[in-house]
């Protein structure tokens, strides 16, 4: 089975665009700020704005020289934090090596980010009371909501420990009510490949094209590739998608797959933040 990235984001979309249909007097604003001209973050930033506009949200892109200092970076973010048409913000990252990311993320404010990424956001998905969530693992359990994947008391392995899919993938499949039992793997797990063979969910997130073939993989199991790699022949994702689907119950596309949700996760964040704020009612 192909699940598919693509049908689920349009029913979110849908959903989303149908909700502010019922208030056409309400302009919900969704920024995104990047440093420099990164042409893999140019192209991920139009398809936020596209599907955004598509939705009925008011997208807006500010584009700062990649010489830009730290303390210019910051005034401008705080100057979006205060103002309140501006209900979702997110930082386009990596930064160039000069700037401080973390310094960059605290400026702005939790209700305001989108992506999940403040200390604030990822503390209260650390303590349970999650608001808003990262985007990428968000998209990876609304395709397993879409197709009803079971989760509680099911062995789910996460290849990949950063702080954006990783580790908050880790916490969404633990929480109460998901209730997988996870193991977080890294490139320093011995035997990784029969580690993931225990795994009935299976979420790659190591950025290592076509690194997970089918020695990896237990007959049956769901497969959500969310690794990104740019190779000669193109993107590529770090499943092996030929040879996994004829053994996985069901595996995500590259692209086709996480991609599409996790910019309509970004639009539902942004949604979220507006009604937080008390600009969009409940």
Request: charged share 20%; proline share 6%; hydrophobic share 40%.
């Amino acid at each position: 089975m192909i699940i598919d990235g693509k049908k689920v984001s349009q029913e979110i979309r849908e959903k989303i665009k149908a909700r502010l249909a019922q208030h056409p007097d309400i302009n919900i604003r969704l920024v995104t700020i990047s440093v420099g001209d990164d042409p893999a973050s140019r192209v991920y930033v139009g398809m936020q704005h596209r599907t955004a506009g598509a939705a009925g949200l008011h997208p807006e892109h500010i584009e700062l020289a990649g010489d830009i200092s730290q303390q210019q970076l910051e005034e401008k973010i705080e100057q979006l934090a205060q103002d309140d048409k501006t209900h979702g913000m997110i930082l386009q990252l990596p930064l160039p090596d000069h700037l401080d990311k973390d310094a960059a993320l605290a400026k702005i404010p939790p209700i305001k980010d989108i992506d999940g990424q403040t200390d604030v956001n990822m503390g209260r998905l650390l303590q349970g009371r999650k608001q808003l969530v990262p985007c990428t693992p968000l998209g990876v359990m609304r395709l397993i909501e879409a197709y009803n994947v079971e989760t509680s008391g099911k062995t789910a392995v996460v290849v990949g420990r950063s702080a954006v899919v990783g580790l908050p993938q880790f916490l969404l499949l633990a929480e109460k009510g998901v209730d997988a039992t996870v193991t977080v793997a890294h490139s320093r797990t011995r035997d990784l490949a029969g580690l993931c063979r225990s795994a009935d969910i299976l979420v790659s997130a190591i950025g290592s094209p076509a690194m997970i073939t089918e020695e990896y993989i237990k007959p049956g199991a769901m497969v959500f590739d969310v690794g990104v790699s740019e190779t000669p022949s193109g993107i590529q994702g770090d499943v092996d998608f030929d040879a996994v689907s004829k053994i996985a119950g069901g595996v995500t596309p590259m692209p086709g797959g996480t991609g599409p949700v996790t910019v309509a996760c970004l639009l539902e964040n942004t949604l979220l933040a507006a009604q937080l704020q008390n600009a969009l009612p409940a």
